[in-house]
Nanobody, 125 residues
């Protein structure tokens, strides 16, 4: 599976962005889709995940209530809608795919089989 993340950019605090992750080369609906982020000098951290069918989601506490993860299996895309952005959200955002059974979702990055190239999100204060 190849993943291509897009939609990053520079936004002021309080603003919004929508990230997209386009998948190719595999059976998209076999994979839970997640977003992780990595700020300079920090470990890559979990942001959000959506289950294979889209019915189950999990979020990091730091983004709960501000970010929404979703997917469109017909289009083979996953999305991360980010609202009320804060300077501490500044990072490179990565999408990742995890082959799972049923509605399984994971927050551990080591569970993920495929990664996109990352897209930069910068939030100015």
């Amino acid at each position: 599976v190849q993943l291509q993340a897009s939609g990053g950019g520079l936004v002021q605090a309080g603003g919004s962005l929508i990230l997209s992750c386009a998948a190719s080369g595999g059976t998209f609906q076999y994979y839970a889709m997640a977003w992780f982020r990595q700020a300079p000098g920090k470990e890559r951290e979990f942001v959000a995940v959506v289950s294979r069918g889209g019915g189950r989601t999990l979020y990091a506490d730091s983004v709960k209530g501000r970010f929404t993860v979703s997917r469109d299996n017909d289009k083979k895309k996953a999305y991360l809608r980010m609202e009320n952005l804060k300077p501490e959200d500044t990072a490179v955002y990565y999408c990742a795919a995890d082959r799972v059974i049923m509605t399984g979702v994971h927050v551990d990055k080591d569970q993920y089989d495929y990664w996109g190239q990352g897209t930069q999100v910068t939030v100015s204060s």
